[in-house]
């Protein structure tokens, strides 16, 4: 860490760290023995912290959280079902299809997990605007859409083909399963009904999106064409 260059505030001399009076004039800044306390470590220990949460890398955990979290949640709904005893006595066909449906719950989260650590490239790419907060949260709500309308697509028609070719279409036992029994409500029509919500989901987290999107690129125009008046004033 290089050593930061003292001059006296009085006169414009170089000053050693040690020096409490300027050596050409004598001045003694009052305040200087405070700044060089408030520069110790046990003061500043927090610094990479408050650096951290002030730029971009503090949007792009997020996204690393939710990843990890759309690789957990197969695993959540398993030990829920084994633990609710929804399958306890239950025909051997449920069981395998409830295996099968797990099967495509950890395919659609996977899908989720790629989707949260593909869309992080949009925030650490967005530079060094003075607005950031919205255009940031703007795209963790746009892959939030993305994310929860690919997880209730995939999963809401792939249970409800497993449930029309190896059950009849019955996904009454299924309904009891927590964490995904909620898309279990279309029965055969989940096949189509699921991927057209699924859509409309993205497509409405999308419009949210785009709608701060355009308040913080007003924000930003602003800011531009003030700065612009204020060079032109300068200039004449």
Known sequence: ??????????????????????????????????????????????????????????????????????????????????????FRGAPAKYIFAFVLIWLVTVFACFVGFQLWLDRRKKVTDMGSS????????????????????????????GSALIALIFLGGDLNLFRRIPGIGEIMNFDAAGIIICPIIGILIIIFFRILAESLRIVAALANNTKEIAKNIKNDSSGV
């Open 1 to 86: 860490m290089e050593n930061k260059k003292l001059i006296c505030k009085k006169c414009g001399a170089n000053l050693g760290e040690e020096d409490e009076f300027c050596p050409e004039c004598g001045y003694n800044d009052p305040f200087e023995k405070i700044i060089k306390i408030l520069e110790n470590p046990f003061f500043t220990f927090a610094k990479p912290y408050l650096e951290f949460i002030g730029k971009e890398k503090l949007y792009s955990l997020f996204y690393f959280v939710m990843a990890a979290i759309s690789l957990i949640i197969p695993f959540v709904i398993l030990y829920a079902s084994i633990d609710s005893g929804v």
């Open 130 to 157: 003075e607005f950031i907060a919205i255009p940031a949260f703007s795209e963790i709500l746009q892959t939030f859409g993305e994310w929860l309308g690919t997880l209730f697509a995939i999963i809401g028609a």
